[in-house]
């Protein structure tokens, strides 16, 4: 079975400021890598994700992440935030086992952009 | 528009009563899921279905029961035995394997 540790709940940060959002994963098999993004009351959508290749992986809005095998992680960051990114981030893990996509998520991290 | 469409956005259920969520999605996928949503517990899957007329367990199936008879519909009940229903309840679709999945926007179940 897979885990996603999301050691951080909140991270509060002001505009035009960097930011990265840590995410560490756990898992016997290889896996495929995403992070949602979550506005108050809605649903999830797709930021970016990670199946193969560059370990460099860029999303929407300005945002990145990158893969890290040995150290299992895959941390967002975006170099610049704005009042707008203010939201709710999830990572995810897919385990590569040809039995379906089931993701197993983190618990999230809140984003506060502060002016 | 091709997308994931929930209802209702809110619902509110009595002691003892079974509810319906409805999940419908027109992007023609063959995989669909029902996540809930609690504070600080990030999303955990109840049902999925791969395919029409097939669905397995999730991890915290228990209290629920879905359908899939059709490929655009998966609804989800939430039965008198799920004693703490109180939570935001997330459908979402895709192909099945290594690909993005789909959210609705979400419907909110309260209790009475």
């Known amino acids: 079975a897979q885990s996603v540790t999301q050691l951080d709940s909140q991270v509060p940060v002001f505009e035009e400021a960097p930011v990265e959002l840590r995410c560490n994963y756990s898992s016997s098999v290889s896996v495929y890598l995403f992070w949602y993004v979550q506005y108050p009351n809605q649903g999830l959508q797709l930021l970016l994700k990670?199946?193969?290749?560059?370990?460099l992986v860029k999303g929407i809005n300005g945002f990145e992440a990158e893969f890290n095998k040995s150290q299992t992680s895959f941390h967002l960051r975006k170099p610049s935030v704005h009042i707008s990114d203010t939201a709710e981030y999830f990572c995810?893990?897919?385990?590569?086992?040809?039995?379906?996509?089931?993701?197993?998520f983190g618990t999230g991290t809140q984003l506060k952009v502060e002016l | 528009d091709g997308g994931i469409t929930q209802s209702p956005k809110y619902l509110f259920r009595k002691e003892g009563q079974n509810v319906t969520l409805s999940c419908e999605q027109n992007?023609?996928?063959?995989?669909m899921y029902w996540y809930r949503q609690d504070p600080g517990q990030g999303l955990r899957l109840i049902y999925y279905?791969?395919?029409?007329?097939?669905?397995q367990k999730g991890d915290i199936a228990e209290g629920y029961s879905v359908s899939r008879e059709k490929k655009e519909s998966f609804p989800l009940t939430v039965t008198s035995a799920q004693k703490n229903p109180t939570a935001f309840y997330l459908c979402?679709?895709?192909?099945?394997?290594?690909?993005?999945?789909?959210f609705g926007p979400g419907t909110r179940l309260l209790v009475l």
């Open positions: 990670y199946l193969s290749g560059s370990t």
């Open positions: 995810a893990v897919e385990a590569v086992t040809g039995g379906g996509n089931k993701l197993t």
């Open positions: 279905s791969q395919i029409v007329n097939d669905f």
């Open positions: 979402a679709s895709g192909t099945g394997f290594q690909e993005t999945q789909y």
């Open positions: 992007l023609n996928h063959d995989a």
